[in-house]
């Protein structure tokens, strides 16, 4: 099977939507020393896609206790779905959005959103979100979307805290792809 990205690693959150993408290697335990395996296991097999499941921390909180999700969006070098309940994972997504905001990055990002919307078929809407609060009109637009498709620049240090891919990944209420 061909899949869009070859190795996945997913924390036991995020396994059945990662499964959705190819196999999953599975990591699963309690929080404590979650996001460092699952850093290293990204850097070993050479991962392009990591699935973190999304416990509620907001942005700030996630920092704080060095949550997971927070770390994992944060930190690994390649694409990340940050996974959330769905009402019906079989027939995972039905409408996927994708912000566009005139980047490189958000342009690679619509261009894998409709690969995924062909392969899986969904729809796709694409949504301009430059200037006003990004994040506010992503996570709006995407209210009622099974999926949120964002780039990301790899912003870190004290820049990342204007990272519109990373607070959004922790504002919408649906899965979020930060595609890298």
Do not use: K
């Not at 905001?101 to 796709?124: F, K, N, Y």
């Not at 240090?157 to 890298?180: D, K, M, W, Y």
């Amino acid at each position: 099977m061909v899949t869009l990205f070859d190795r996945i690693v997913s924390d036991g959150d995020g396994a059945e939507l990662a499964a959705r993408f190819g196999t999953p290697v599975v990591l699963n335990g309690d929080e404590d020393g979650l996001a460092d395996r699952m850093l290293d296991e990204i850097e070993r097999s050479d991962a392009t896609l990591a699935v973190v499941g999304c416990r509620g921390f907001s942005r700030p909180i996630g920092i704080t206790r060095g949550a997971p999700t927070t770390t994992v969006v944060h930190e690994a070098p390649c694409s990340v779905l940050v996974a959330r309940p769905t009402d019906e994972p079989s027939s995972w997504p039905r409408t996927i959005v994708a912000g566009l905001d005139g980047t490189p990055e958000s342009e690679r990002a619509v261009v894998v959103a409709r690969l995924l919307a062909a392969r899986l078929g969904a729809r796709l809407y694409v949504v301009t979100a430059t200037g006003a609060d990004p994040v506010t009109v992503l996570a709006d637009e995407a209210e009622d979307a099974d999926l949120l498709v964002v780039g990301s620049r790899g912003l870190r240090g004290v820049r990342a805290l204007a990272s519109v891919s990373e607070r959004v990944a922790h504002e919408a209420r649906c899965p979020v792809l930060v595609i890298r």
